[in-house]
Nanobody, 123 residues
Framework: QVQLVESGGGLVQAAGSLNLSCVVS????????VAWFRQAPGKERELVAS????????KYADSVAGRFSITRDNAKKMVYLHMSGLKPEDTAVYYC????????????????WGQGTRVTVSS
């Protein structure tokens, strides 16, 4: 049984920082891309950042590029999202997901999802 468990969300003031973590179990992990998505109230789930199986390639949404950083630790089966310069528009539930291939970007290319962790940025 594949499980993804996110942690690290919370309430933070604008311009602050948060570090999200996602631990994976029941999956081989190291040969698959992983990503962070987010979903704000009333909006569709969107890609925030994606990282390939080795960790050597990343892709970011334009809205977070330069402020967020995605990394992974294959030995620990973990993926991280460091968020800085947070803005109220970053408020959302953040989900980690495992791709069907070694790197992916579209929601439909991801096979497994966590339950999400809520991030609230106050102005």
């Amino acid at each position: 049984q594949v499980q993804l468990v996110e942690s690290g969300g919370g309430l933070v003031q604008a311009a602050g920082s948060l570090n999200l973590s996602c631990v994976v179990s029941g999956h081989s992990f190291s040969m698959y891309g992983v990503a962070w998505f987010r979903q704000a109230p009333g909006k569709e789930r969107e890609l925030v950042a994606s990282i390939n199986y080795s960790g050597r390639a990343t892709k970011y949404a334009d809205s977070v590029a330069g402020r967020f950083s995605i990394t992974r630790d294959n030995a620990k089966k973990m993926v991280y999202l460091h968020m800085s310069g947070l803005k109220p528009e970053d408020t959302a539930v953040y989900y980690c997901a495992i791709a069907r291939t070694n790197w992916a970007f579209r929601r439909t290319d991801f096979a497994y999802w966590g339950q999400g962790t809520r991030v609230t940025v106050s102005s």
